[in-house]
């Protein structure tokens, strides 16, 4: 009998994923899209102190979108209470997807934190952009447009981390002058 066992692996580490062919047959981190080919939280273009610094603002902002969404059910109108249920909802999600830890005794959390580690920056924008916009057409009060204006720009944070680092001086002066002259 063999006495080794296998190493046991990290739950918490990302999982590697094959880029998703598209229509031409080319993987969508191959064409260029989401910033280059890694715009996930492995991405090496982001430097890891913006990482923990979007996540602390993201669970702040979570928290405070979940009580503008409190204080959004506070009225007569059956449409903001329902908005502000939908803005409260998408608090909670935001504040599972960045924070997982402070819903870490609710088990049906801990799929979703692992399902969130998996998404790249511009698909987090997209969701997070996507939450925050029904609650403000339905109601379009205060606290409403507060709560989902923060839960919105955590959105377009990540959209833009997604874009990647800024090309040097020369890159840009040589891309810009052999543009203009095709």
Partial sequence: MDSRKAPLSNPFA????????SSTGVGVADSGA?????????????TWW??????????IVGAV????GVMACITVTPLCIVAGILQMISAFILLV????????????????????????????AFIYGGMAIPPVFMCFGPSTIVGSGLIFA???????????RKADRVTMLARASGSCMA
């Fill in 65 to 68: 979108a979940f009580a503008l």
């Fill in 50 to 59: 913006c990482r923990i610094l979007i996540r602390i603002i993201a669970s």
């Fill in 14 to 21: 990302p999982v590697p994923t094959a880029p998703a062919p």
């Fill in 97 to 124: 997807f960045e924070a997982p830890f402070c819903c870490q005794f609710i088990e049906i959390t801990k799929p979703i934190a692992l399902f969130a580690e998996r998404r790249s920056f511009l698909q987090k």
């Fill in 154 to 164: 955590i959105g377009v944070v990540y959209g833009l981390m997604s874009l990647g």
């Fill in 34 to 46: 989401g910033g280059g080919t890694g715009s996930g939280p492995d991405d090496p273009e982001v």
